[in-house]
């Protein structure tokens, strides 16, 4: 493989235009050499030089494809990674790794058989309010995390004609992936989870409500989303045995990119609203905690370096299975009303 390394997406909605084209052109050693996409034109006004294809096939047919990020709807994530681990490319697959949980596994077992580096976009890892939390939580500041709560709330009463708004699992597989997955970087994979889903929205084509709680010893991680909530600044509240951390506002970096904004420009990830902690037994007293910068740049330069042998997979496929168990799990608790125990 050459030294840069040449960078094929597929798929150019949100994901493509907002998550993957613009990191992938920031990240040095990275080129965006080609685009999967029927809309030839919208690719050409933000990347001129960029080669547009109608297909993963064409793609695939390309000689210098080192990479291909998969951006695609989620039923075809598994499809179009498989195509591509069988051509000998690295992948990067967007959340959700796949539909179901046993297409996920299937491509993690391609990958190894294939020796080619697979991993999946779960950026929510390099947030400005969860590095933050991480680092505070690794200081002792909260002291026993004892309730996690994580919300990914928003105010769309009326549902789009997206398809988004219509995929298998409806919310829970469209945000859940972002709270599971930062749950499971803290706390690792719980005993069990409870999982209630629902529709709320008259004219809703699939859930767009759930509330979920991973069962851990001694602590509770309560996962949330909605999308019929006015005030939806709450983002985080965790208790533990020495304060509590309250956290409102989302990382900034996601309306920046679909603003137009370059990643790396000045003041990019930085998240103006600090965190709150209050120390057990002072109620009355809180004090506010900075920000790390976010930076989704990170997974980039990660992927980068694991593919020239010079560092880790920055999300190992095992971790995002680990994800796809929980969301699994959490479809056969809400069709059960059930709580599901997991095999560890």
Same mark, same amino acid.
């Given at each position: 493989?050459?030294?840069e390394?040449? #960078?094929?997406?597929?798929? $150019?909605?949100l994901g493509g235009?907002?998550?993957?084209? *613009?990191?992938v052109t ?10 999967? /996409?029927?809309?030839?034109?919208? #690719?050409?006004?933000r990347?001129?030089?960029?080669i #547009?294809?109608?297909t993963?096939e064409?793609?695939?047919? !390309?000689?210098?494809?080192?990479l291909?990020?998969v ?17 000998g ?5 967007d959340?959700? $790794?796949?539909?179901? !949980? ?6 993690g ?5 294939a +020796?080619?580096?697979?991993?999946i976009?779960?950026?929510?890892? &390099? ?5 933050t ?12 995390? %004892?309730? @996690? ?11 789009s004609t ?6 298998? +699992?409806?919310?829970w @597989?469209d945000? +859940?992936p ?9 706390f690792?994979?719980?005993e069990? %989870? ?23 010893p ?9 999308k ?7 983002r ?8 509590? &951390?309250?956290k409102?506002?989302?990382? *900034? ?8 904004g370059?990643?790396? /420009?000045?003041?990019w990830?930085s ?5 709150t ?19 989704? +740049?990170?997974?980039?330069?990660? %992927? ?18 680990? %994800? ?11 069709k059960t ?5 997991l095999?560890?």
């Amino acid at each position: 493989m050459a030294q840069e390394i040449k #960078v094929g997406l597929v798929g $150019f909605g949100l994901g493509g235009q907002a998550f993957h084209a *613009p990191y992938v052109t920031a990240t040095p050693g990275m080129t965006l050499s080609a685009v999967v /996409s029927s809309d030839s034109a919208k #690719v050409h006004r933000r990347y001129p030089d960029v080669i #547009v294809v109608p297909t993963i096939e064409a793609l695939l047919g !390309l000689p210098d494809i080192d990479l291909v990020v998969v951006s695609s709807p989620d039923a075809f994530h598994a499809e179009h990674a498989l195509a591509a681990i069988c051509k000998g490319r690295h992948v990067v697959v967007d959340k959700p $790794f796949a539909a179901t !949980l046993a297409e996920a596994e299937r491509v993690g077992r391609a990958a190894d058989q294939a +020796g080619t580096m697979l991993t999946i976009f779960h950026n929510r890892r &390099w947030d400005a309010d969860f590095l933050t939390l991480r680092r505070i939580m690794g200081e002792g500041l909260l002291g026993d995390i %004892v309730q @996690f709560e994580s919300h990914f709330d928003r105010w769309r009463p009326t549902a789009s004609t997206l398809w988004k708004d219509a995929r298998a +699992g409806g919310v829970w @597989f469209d945000l +859940g992936p972002h709270l599971v997955d930062q749950a499971l970087c803290l706390f690792g994979m719980p005993e069990a %989870v409870y999982v209630d889903i629902a529709a709320f929205r008259p004219d809703a084509p699939a859930p767009d409500y759930f509330h979920a709680i991973l069962h851990y010893p001694g602590r509770r991680a309560i996962l949330h989303a909605g999308k019929q909530v006015a005030d939806h600044r709450l983002r985080f509240a965790v208790h533990g045995t020495a304060g509590s &951390w309250i956290k409102q506002g989302v990382d *900034p970096q996601e309306a920046a990119a679909l603003a137009g904004g370059a990643p790396n /420009s000045a003041g990019w990830g930085s998240d103006p609203l600090s965190g709150t902690f209050t120390a057990a037994g002072q109620p009355d007293i809180a004090r506010n905690i900075a920000n790390e910068r976010g930076d989704y +740049g990170r997974f980039w330069k990660d %992927v980068a370096a694991a593919i020239r042998g010079e560092g880790r997979n920055p999300v190992p496929h095992g971790e995002a299975i680990n %994800v796809m168990r929980i969301l699994d799990a959490g479809l056969t608790s809400a069709k059960t009303g059930r709580r599901v125990t997991l095999e560890h």
